[in-house]
Each structure stands twice: as structure tokens, then as C-alpha cells.
């Protein structure tokens, strides 16, 4: 339903004038209001009470969709997370994580405190749907109703929000780790309240590496700690996945040491671009193709963003700054990723400095003999690639710290690989 159509609504039920309604349903969404509370509000506001006639319909998750309007679950809660946010100028604390019944699991942000924990199973009235993220999320309000049910709902799923770094997604709320933390640096930044002191970093397991911010920076967070944390939530940055500290986050000293993965996980191409980014992968693969783009470049001294003819999409004409780099397309046969290689791997794989490579386009006349040499160096060849992974509606992109030729004799690798499917 389209934000002029819940408008139409609005005014039809409250019998007010509609473009009075539409302007201020609008300034609501603006502040990031979902949609069925910003309804409620209005009603309240123009004495139509808790909000219609309507019953909540009862719907499994899996039926749940961001049209559903306002609907009645009854589900078991996987994880709780606790965070501020700034609302209409105003910090204001909300609970979320997800839920889940047996057809499926579903987020959802709370308002209010309504008392339950992961683990507990409760029926929910009256909660809106909005859309977050591409998928349907439950809002709960003050006109939302939460009961607990004294019989436990088995659900497929686990409880508590504990995981392993290799299992950490983007947008997952209440979530627990076990990590060392490996880099530490303190930052300040421009906060939403003006310079922020921060403290950021990269944090360990036995499963992978993943990049950490403290927002509100605690001394326990130290280099070579090995540490607990408890109710973190977890954002993307720069296409991968990264664990965030709030102030209502709690730090516990392990009486144990984790195991640091010191090499990525190797997985085949199609599984890593199908988590939607990581921050330190290794995928192996044939190099079939060097994109445009590659070898002499030249970027933005502003921005770093390479240019053309002079130009910045951002800063307009300025005077490009010389580099080299590699865009190579990698494909295992499971998919393909594009490895996006810096000046120093470039320099390696070309055979010569960016000087040599400077000159040598000087003496052609053209700056794709550099390109041209890298792609007869590299395409046909196998090779291990290890970085960090994003992906979005452009493709999947590996910016790399590795870029290795493989020393594995295919034929082998053949025959180990018939033996299997043998066996």
C-alpha cells in the first residue's frame, strides 16, 4: 500500500481532511516512523482512539508480508538486543532481534519494554509490519499486546543469539561472540553529536576474522583480549559484515584462549558471494578475463576514486594521482567474483614498478600495453585469492591482500576428485 493510499485511509476513517493527513503522515515517515505507527499515532492524534475496526488477523511468519497491515503471531523468541537511536531529535531505547515460529523467523524492533526473553514463547497482537532490508519485520507499539504462553513452541531454530564470526550476518540484533581481539586503534570521528571518540578494529575466532567498533569506548577492549560480548549487533561496512558495541553491550573476560584462525576460510566462490560479503575469505578459481580498468589509472586526490579525463564524479576536474591496480574475473565453476588486485600486487603480477609500467606506455603511446601484458601473465591460470568480500546489485567484488598461483597439479587434483565421487 502506498504511503497516499494509508492517507486516504486515515481521513476516510478519522473524517478529517485527507491533504492535512498526508502531510503529516509524511513529516512521520521522514523521521523513520514505521508506517503502522505513525497510522496509530495519527489516530490518536485526531481522537480515533487505539485505531479502527479491524481485527489483527493470525498468521503463521511465513505468511507474514509487508501488506499484512497489522497481525497476531504467536512465536518463540530467539534474540533480544538493546540500542539507542536517535527519534524525531530524541534518544529513545529499543529492543529487537528476531522471532520465529515453525514455518519460518521473522525481525522484529519493540518500542517499548514488553518484558519478554530468548526462549520465551508469546502470542503478539497487534503488531505492524513494515518492510526493512527487503524483507517483512514486526513493529510493536504501545497498541501491541504481548502474552506468555505456558506451552514451549519447538522451533528449528536456535536460541539465544550465540554464533560462530564465519555465521554473523548483516543486520542480525542481540547476537553473542567468543572472540581475541587482534587490532585495536582509537578514532575520532563526526558523530551525531558532533567529534566521537570510537575505538575500531578487527576481532578473532577459530572460524574467521571480522571488523569491530566500540562505540562507547571501555578499557576492557584491548589488544590480545580475549573477551565475551554480549548483545552486539552487527551492520555492514564497505559490503561485509561487522560487530558493533553500544552501551548496552557487556564485555566478560573468557577464562579460556580462542584459537585465531590465522589463514581465511577457502570456500568456493558460489557459497562465499552467497553469504553477501565477508571480511576475510579465500576462493580459488581460474583467471578467465582482466576488466577494463585495469593497469595505469588514475584516482581522485580527494576521494581516491579513479577518474576519467581529469574528471571526479564527485570533486569535478582535478589533477589525477597515478596508480596502478587489477580487476580480474575468478571462476571455480560454482561462479565467479571479480578480484580487484592494489598497486603493490599489481607490481608483482606485471613484473616491474609502476615507473617501468609508465615508461613502457610512454614508448607504445598507449597506456593499454600495461593491461595487455598483465592479461597474458595471468588469464588461463589458477590462482588463490584471499580478501574481503562484498557483493550488491553490481556483482561481487574480492579486494585483495593475497593473490597466489597455485601449485596444485590438476591431474591429481583430478584423480582425488574421481576417487571421491567413486567412493
Not at 527519534?87 to 531505547?93: A, I, L, R, V
Not at 558493533?244 to 577457502?266: G, H, I, S, W
Request: glycine fraction near 10%; charged fraction near 30%.
Amino acid at each position: 500500500m502506498q504511503l497516499d493510499d494509508h492517507a486516504e485511509e486515515l481521513a476516510s476513517d478519522l473524517g478529517v481532511d485527507k491533504e492535512e493527513v498526508t502531510q503529516d503522515l509524511e513529516n512521520l515517515v521522514k523521521y523513520s516512523v514505521p508506517i503502522e505507527e505513525a497510522k496509530q499515532s495519527l489516530r490518536r492524534k485526531y481522537g480515533g482512539g487505539d485505531g479502527g475496526s479491524a481485527t489483527p488477523s493470525s498468521k503463521n511468519v511465513a505468511d507474514v508480508t509487508p501488506d499484512s497491515g497489522n497481525v497476531t503471531v504467536t512465536v518463540r523468541v530467539l534474540t533480544k538486543g538493546t540500542r539507542s537511536i536517535r527519534y524525531q531529535g530524541d534518544d529513545q531505547t529499543i529492543r529487537e532481534g528476531e522471532l520465529a515460529d515453525e514455518t519460518g523467523k521473522i525481525s522484529y524492533t519493540a518500542w517499548t519494554e514488553f518484558g519478554f526473553e530468548p526462549g520465551d514463547t508469546v502470542t503478539i497482537g497487534n503488531a505492524g509490519v513494515r518492510e526493512w532490508d527487503g524483507k517483512p519485520e514486526l513493529n510493536l507499539g504501545e497498541s501491541t499486546t504481548v502474552a506468555l504462553e505456558s506451552e514451549t513452541l519447538d522451533v528449528p531454530y536456535d536460541i539465544g543469539g550465540d554464533a560462530d564470526l564465519i555465521d554473523i550476518e548483516s543486520g542480525q540484533r542481540g547476537m553473542n561472540v567468543e572472540v581475541e581481539v587482534v587490532e585495536l586503534e582509537e578514532r575520532t570521528i563526526n558523530g551525531r553529536d558532533g567529534e566521537t571518540t570510537i575505538l575500531s578494529g578487527v576481532v578473532a575466532d577459530e572460524t574467521t576474522r571480522l571488523l569491530v567498533t566500540d562505540w562507547n569506548p571501555r578499557p576492557e577492549l584491548a589488544e590480545g583480549a580475549t573477551l565475551r560480548l554480549e548483545d552486539v549487533y552487527i551492520r555492514e561496512f564497505r559490503g561485509s559484515p561487522s560487530i558493533n558495541l553500544t552501551e548496552f553491550t557487556t564485555t566478560k573476560p573468557l577464562d579460556r584462549e580462542v584459537e585465531v584462525r590465522e589463514d581465511a576460510p577457502q570456500l568456493p566462490i558460489a557459497e562465499a558471494v552467497g553469504s553477501g560479503g565477508l571480511f576475510d575469505v579465500a576462493v580459488v578459481g581460474n583467471v578467465v578475463a582482466v576488466r577494463d580498468g585495469s593497469g595505469l589509472i588514475q584516482r581522485c586526490p580527494e576521494c581516491n576514486r579513479v577518474i576519467q579525463k581529469g574528471q571526479c564524479r564527485s570533486h569535478g576536474q582535478v589533477d589525477g594521482v597515478d596508480d596502478l591496480r587489477v580487476k580480474a574475473i575468478l571462476d571455480d565453476g560454482s561462479d565467479a567474483v571479480t578480484v580487484v588486485l592494489d598497486r603493490d600486487i599489481t607490481e608483482e603480477i606485471y613484473g616491474g614498478t609502476m615507473d617501468d609500467a609508465m615508461e613502457a606506455a610512454r614508448e607504445a603511446m598507449d597506456q593499454e600495453v600495461v593491461a595487455d601484458r598483465i592479461r597474458e601473465r595471468i588469464v588461463g591460470r589458477e590462482y588463490r585469492a584471499r580478501g574481503t568480500l562484498s557483493v550488491d546489485e553490481y556483482g561481487a567484488n574480492l579486494d585483495a591482500t593475497e593473490f597466489d598461483e597455485t601449485d596444485d597439479d590438476p591431474a591429481s587434483r583430478a584423480s582425488d576428485l574421481l576417487r571421491e565421487v567413486r567412493a
